[in-house]
Structures are given as C-alpha cells and as structure tokens.
C-alpha cells in the first residue's frame, strides 16, 4: 500500500495510476482544489493509523500537537508531511513519523527520502528511512 502524506498538487489520479497497489492520501497545504481529505483514520493488519498533512498541528515547531490528536483517536501509528523532513520517534504508546520528501526534502545535505513500514504477522511493526 502506498500512504501519501499531502502536497499532490494536482497529481492524485497520476500516483494511483502508476503506483500499482491500493493508494491512500490526505490533502497538504498546497493541495488547494484538491477532492482529498485532511485526515484519515484507518486499520492496516491491526495497527490503528492516523495520517494527516500535519500543518494543522504545527508539525513545523514541534510533535506535541500531533502527538495529542493521535493519543485522543486511539492511533497506535501517526503519519505527517508538512515539513519535509524525515521524522521518527517511538514509544510505547505510539509511533510518530514523517518519511520526509522524494522531491522537494529540507532536511541538513537535502537528500529525497521515503520510508518503508512492514507489519509483521504477529504485529510487530518495523520501520525504514530511505535516501535517495
């Protein structure tokens, strides 16, 4: 499943087109005329996600805001963009994470990122930053 985090910009029909599996996203901030939504909850093999853009929960200054609304829907797994920086923490009450960008990253040295997310059968759930 691919699972994007906003700022299609127009290109919704293009990523499901090319990306051959089930596709899920949420509307950014440049995502103006965009029939997306802000946010989405949902069940993958047990884990419960909470997937948002994450301007809306100053994601740029911080993960408090965000952290809050995932602990308040019950959200084992929170996936924002916004910054376009990749971002991990990891706790035992949730896992916060941004993959960061494939073409537009701000992080130190500017690499494109992305990341990939295996559950595992008996739930476990491992996660991997990748640099272009």
């Avoid at 293009?14 to 005329?33: H, K, L, Q, R, T």
């Avoid at 009450?93 to 992080?107: A, D, E, H, V, W």
């Amino acid at each position: 499943m691919l699972l994007h985090l906003g700022d299609v910009e127009g290109g919704e029909e293009y990523i499901e087109a090319v990306a051959g599996c089930p596709v899920c996203m949420v509307a950014g901030n440049n995502d103006f005329f965009s029939f997306l939504k802000k946010e989405r909850e949902f069940t993958l093999a047990g884990k419960k996600i909470f997937m948002t853009h994450g301007h809306n929960y100053y994601v740029s200054v911080g993960t408090e805001e965000i952290r809050r609304a995932g602990l308040a829907r019950g959200a084992d797994i929170v996936m924002f963009g916004h910054t376009h920086r990749p971002y991990f923490e990891q706790d035992d009450k949730i896992t916060i994470l941004n993959p960061g960008s494939l073409s537009y990253p701000r992080q130190p040295g500017r690499q494109g990122s992305y990341m990939i997310m295996e559950i595992k059968s008996d739930g476990q759930v491992d996660f991997e930053t990748y640099y272009l």
